[in-house]
């Protein structure tokens, strides 16, 4: 089962979505709330840590962001650079 939280305070992260099966941990980000990213292969403790840090946008970067690449969007949309 797919498991969503959103980050109201947060200055960089609108919302995320994890599926534990798939390990697959899909992030919003303020700049383009519209705009979902993908990141693969990604283990339970490290959702577990982003939706309980007190900074979800510093836990991103410090935990995420480069242990698991360059994010990919999801099928059929055409990522902005």
């Known amino acids: 089962?797919?498991?969503?939280?959103s980050f109201p305070?947060?200055?960089?992260?609108?919302?995320?979505t994890y599926d534990p099966?798939?390990?697959?941990?899909?992030?919003w980000f303020t700049s383009d709330?519209?705009?979902?990213?993908?990141y693969p292969g990604v283990p339970a403790h490290i959702w577990s840590g982003l939706i309980s840090a007190g900074s979800a946008?510093?836990?991103?970067?410090?935990?995420i962001q480069e242990?698991?690449?360059?994010?990919?969007q999801p099928p059929g949309r055409l990522r902005r650079r």
């Open 9 to 16: 305070g947060s200055k960089a992260l609108v919302k995320a």
């Open 57 to 63: 946008g510093s836990y991103h970067n410090q935990y």
């Open 21 to 27: 099966d798939s390990r697959l941990l899909r992030l």
């Open 67 to 72: 242990q698991y690449g360059d994010p990919r």
């Open 33 to 38: 709330p519209q705009q979902p990213y993908d």
């Open 1 to 5: 089962m797919v498991e969503s939280r």
